[in-house]
C-alpha cells in the first residue's frame, strides 16, 4: 500500500474512533463507527487481505451497524445529558491508559523482530489434497504451469467454518437472532 493511502485510512479509521466518543447523539455515534469500520477495511485491502476488507464493510459496516441504527431508533434514545465533569473518573482513566501503554511497550520490546515465513503453497496443496478438497489444491499448485499458484483465502476460510467450527457459527448465528428479537420484544413493551 502506498504510504499516503496507508496515513488516509489510519487518520480516517482514528477520526471515526474519537468522533464515536465525542458525539452525545447515538445516531451520530455509530455513523462515525461506520466511518472508522471503512478506514479499518481499506488498512485490510492496503495489507492483501481483500477477503477481510471486504467482509469488514460488509458485515460490520453493513448488517452490524445496521442493526445498531434500528435498535438505537427503536429505543428512541435521546441525546446524551451533559454531566458535571468530576476528577475521579478522569484520573482512574488516565491511570487505566498509562497502565496500557506500559503494559504495551513491555509486551512491544519483548516480542523479537522476526520476518514471517513465506507460505509453502506445495505444502498447502498436499494437506488440502488429503483432505479431499481439490479446489483448493488446485488453486495452491495449478497443474497448467502457466496459472499462478495463488492462496484462495475464500474458499480455506468457508471450508475451514463449515467443516470445523460448524457448531459454533450456528449456536452463534441463533444467540444473534435471540439477541435481536429480545430487543424488539423488549423496546415494544417500553412503548406500551
Known amino acids: 500500500m502506498p504510504s499516503p493511502l496507508f496515513w488516509i485510512f489510519a ?3 482514528l477520526i471515526g474512533g474519537v468522533a464515536v466518543l465525542c458525539f452525545r447523539n447515538p445516531v451520530s455515534s455509530a455513523l462515525s463507527m461506520v466511518v472508522s469500520f471503512v478506514g479499518i477495511a481499506g488498512l485490510f485491502v492496503g495489507l492483501d487481505a481483500y477477503f477481510t476488507g471486504i467482509i469488514q464493510i460488509l458485515v460490520y459496516a453493513g448488517a452490524i451497524m445496521v442493526l445498531f441504527l434500528f435498535i ?3 429505543l428512541d434514545l435521546k441525546d446524551e445529558v451533559k ?3 468530576r476528577i475521579a473518573p478522569i ?3 488516565l491511570v487505566l ?3 496500557f501503554v506500559i503494559q504495551l511497550a513491555g509486551v512491544l520490546s519483548s516480542t523479537p523482530d522476526v520476518q514471517a515465513h513465506k507460505l509453502d503453497l506445495a505444502k498447502g496443496a498436499a494437506y488440502y489434497a488429503e483432505q479431499k478438497s481439490p479446489k483448493i489444491a488446485e488453486s495452491l499448485a495449478p497443474q497448467d504451469p502457466t496459472k499462478p499458484a495463488k492462496l484462495p483465502d475464500v474458499h480455506i476460510v468457508g ?3 463449515f467443516t ?3 457448531l459454533p457459527l450456528q449456536i452463534l448465528g441463533v444467540l444473534l437472532l435471540v439477541s435481536t428479537v429480545g430487543v424488539v420484544v423488549l423496546s415494544k413493551r417500553q412503548t406500551t
Open 72 to 74: 438505537i431508533m427503536l
Open 91 to 93: 484520573a482512574a482513566g
Open 164 to 166: 470445523g467450527y460448524n
Open 83 to 85: 454531566r458535571k465533569t
Open 97 to 99: 491508559v498509562l497502565a
Open 159 to 161: 471450508q475451514t467454518l
Open 11 to 13: 487518520l480516517l479509521m
